[in-house]
């Protein structure tokens, strides 16, 4: 990587402004990067599915499909994208890093709306901007998939019973021709705002990672 | 004035009781005294005998004190204890603003000064043996198995950094800094040496959770710093006794040599992990027991007394970490066996330990209080001062120190409003008490040390325990949120959850997350395979769902015959129909009340009146929504009772299928919501499973829904699944059940029911109904009491 050092350490700080991590771990990000996508400069769902232990997962399919997201791209347009670059990757991964400190309340809050948006956008596969019912039902039952004696009726009621529970908190008085289309998601932000998720949804990007350093070296 | 009245007899009926137990107990004891060779006299002539010849006449009234004395001692003893709680409860106040521990000690202080003015000697309880053996482990069985399991292992690495490392700084900061007090000759006690110190140091450097558990709970306080607190108490007590041992093995050593301080230090950890595996291991075997106890219901809190007490003992045998043993043994244990026991063994096994639990600490501080009285004390101004002085400055500087060290690793870090509750939080009790006695006899100046400690505990409890809650209010530390059992928020832990395994898994990144998903994964697949009588692992999501349905069902039932009754009175008057409903549900209710009990404990049911409850916790008005919700469920009520009976067995009664609204339909489609209101059902649905022996799921049956009345919507409601079973049992279960969720909403809606108009609503077109709604609805803080019970029954709550 000697010719090209210079200029991956640009592109690196300028990743690491758009999105706050360390040169060092997107150095590290970078590694990974290149190793599940076998040194091409694409990564694809193929690749990701490739992954072993993330083959356990119940709700792989929403991961996956959040790397591919437009949405979270921070793009426009909705859609999904084929391949995706280091530069999309680290975006995506941006959701998960820890808040620093000392922030203020604004940024905090900022996060806070941002991981959020990242969480509705895996229920909301079709781009609407609403989570209906069918779409919620889905990933319960994806959740609740990894125990394989709970029946889809369970699920189903399970998903049902959390609608409704959104429904009578947010919308409280329905007229009589109204009817709840979905949520939207400035409900989805009241009904999670109780959970911390700026402190909770965070994944630790360790400066130093072993694991993968080895590769590609 | 008739509460003070009240009070005035509650306590002069208490103090009279303990000076006629002094007056009794002297007496007898002095009268046994008198009667010293019993040996040839035949029993029943030992006492009480003054007047009758000796040898000739047989007695009718004798009075055999030696023999029962002993367990009537004790019992008394208990007694006594449990009176002083009564008692304080009485006068409300107090509790709130007086921890029980002080009451309790100060009520200890009365009794000590009655003794010592009988003269008579306080129980030897503060044996070594009675305490460690019989006082401690209750007290440590009670916190292990109600310990919060999922937020102590996330802070598990926190904890056990204050237990550990912390307990080591404060004892040697504290040891030290009285050894160079000792120095100063003016305090006259330079004959104590560092290692003597140092065990000083150990003794009172143990904290005790109860008085500052309790606090923490009364304020809410962030469920973070509960449980640092409270793990930091279980860890350090195995510490302290470590160290004990350790110090108290250097101290009467001669001399110290640098290698058996080494190897003591070894030991420690040997003590530690020993502790934690016997305790696993006992764990697992009483988990498997029982999955054996199925036809045997009645020795299952035995089997979980017993295993946990063997763990204790057997450990004490090996000389290791009794505490962390027991500890965790309930932790392992509770876990399984809970899944595999009965429902009435699962409250009797939580309700056991919270009574031994509570009445031994109850009757360590009245000991304390009684011991602080009657025993010699050695008084040194000097030296018990700085004692004080130092033990709470080197808890406040260890906990500074430390929280800056661990800060960066967590990622709720602890602000200093935190390290100061933390810090101030460390008051003294039990276990420092019980270590001061055990002090051996070699030390000379024991006395002072016992003194010192009494003192210690006796500040710190007082002063620092009445004076938490007002200083913890004021500052505003943290508090926690108790809004967060909703379906929604669960659901999306556990999305979060998987979400960071799965990124961090892309990522190849190891966190605690990873750990836990494998441990998750190695437990459902080998271990509950082995332990549990019925192995279907269960989701938090489903687990939650279960429970406050079953909670909610169990208010229902507690609650049924007297709010009934009352509620819909009105109701009556205005229309002959629910007249006759109210007389059919009167007459229902004695006879089946307890079948229902049974029957719904253990069944899963996934019926939607939750709505009500949450709608409570967000505290949102949404009178129509309630409007409707109430409206919806009378009317499914009048049908069920009009159905007949909730005896019967037949599929016709299915017909009463209170089907439910978010079939997704209502939803998604074009319905309005008013059918969220009318069609009665979004909240009482039908697919209820009833597993007859502990299946957790069936497959739902399909049957059309003979709905009896004309729902307008019913077409929709065809496909709905109503998926009753046909067990006769499930049925009359079912309507019974569903009756009493749909009581709960009588319930819930107090009195206000009188201003539904009815009305002929037989059909749905409620619309009429839903204009004729009166504004006068309970506001919802009538039904906050759902929540508050949640938080006042920990017997109710499985802690997950």
Redesign the interface.
Known sequence: MGASQSGGVHMYQDLADKTGFSIEQIKN?HN?FK??TQDEDTLRREH?ED?N??A?????R??IEAFFDTRNLGQKEKGCLQEIGFEEFVTV?AF?R?PK?HIAEEEKKNMKKEKLRF?FN?HDTDNDGVI???EY?R??EE??S??????A??A???S??????????TV???G???????ITFEQFMQ??K????E????????NL?T??IQCGK | MVFNFDVRTHLSFFIFCVIFVYGFKANASVAYKTTTSPSKLPPWKTMGETDADPGKTQTVFTLNYPRIQIPFEITLWVLLASFAKIGFHVYHKITVWVPESCLLISIGFIVGGIMHLVHEQPPAVLTSNAFFLYMLPPIVLDSGYFMPTRPFFENFGTVLWYAVVGTLWNSIGIGISLFAICQIEAFGVQDINLQENLLFASIISAVEPVAVLAVFEDISIHEQLYIVVFGECLFNDAVTVVLYNLFNHIAVMPVVEAGEVFLDIGSFFVVGLGGVLLGLLFGFVAAFSTRFTGKVREIEPVIIFLYSYMAYLIAELFAISSIMAIVTCALTMKYYVEENVSQHSCTTIRHVIKMVGSVSETLIFFFLGVVTITTEHEWNWGYILFTLLFALLWRGLGILVLTQIINPFRTIPFNFKDQFALSYGGLRGAVSFALAFTLPETIGHKKLFITGTIVVIIFTVFIQGITIRPLLKLMNVRKTNRNLETINVEIHKRLMEHTITGIEDLCGQWSHYYWKDKFMKFNNRIIRKILIRDTRPESSIVALYKKLELQNAMEILDTMSGDISAAPTDLISLHEERKNASKSRKKFLPSDVTNMHDLLSKNMYKIRQRTVSYTNKHSLPTDITAREILMRRHTSLRRSLRAGSFHGTNAAKMSQKFLSLPMGQSLNSGFPPRRFGHTGDGDTETEIDYPSNRPMFRHPKRSSSKAVMPLRPLDTLKEVASSVNMLDEQNEQQMGYRTSHLRSNIRHSGHQTSNLPYGSSRNYSNKDCEGGEQQSWPSPHTWVQKPQNDVQQPLMRRPR
């Open positions: 990000l990974r190793y599940l990701l992954i232990n993330l356990l997962n119940p709700i792989r929403q991961i991964l998960f820890p400190p969480l895996m209906t019912l069918d039902r990933v319960v959740l609740l990894s125990s394989e004696t709970i029946g009726e369970t189903k009621a399970i049902d019973a959390a609608m409704l529970e959104v429904a009578s908190v409280g008085q329905m009589p021709d109204e009817f709840y289309e979905g009904i999670l109780d959970i911390e998720i402190t909770k949804m965070n994944v630790h990007f360790w990672d694991r993968t």
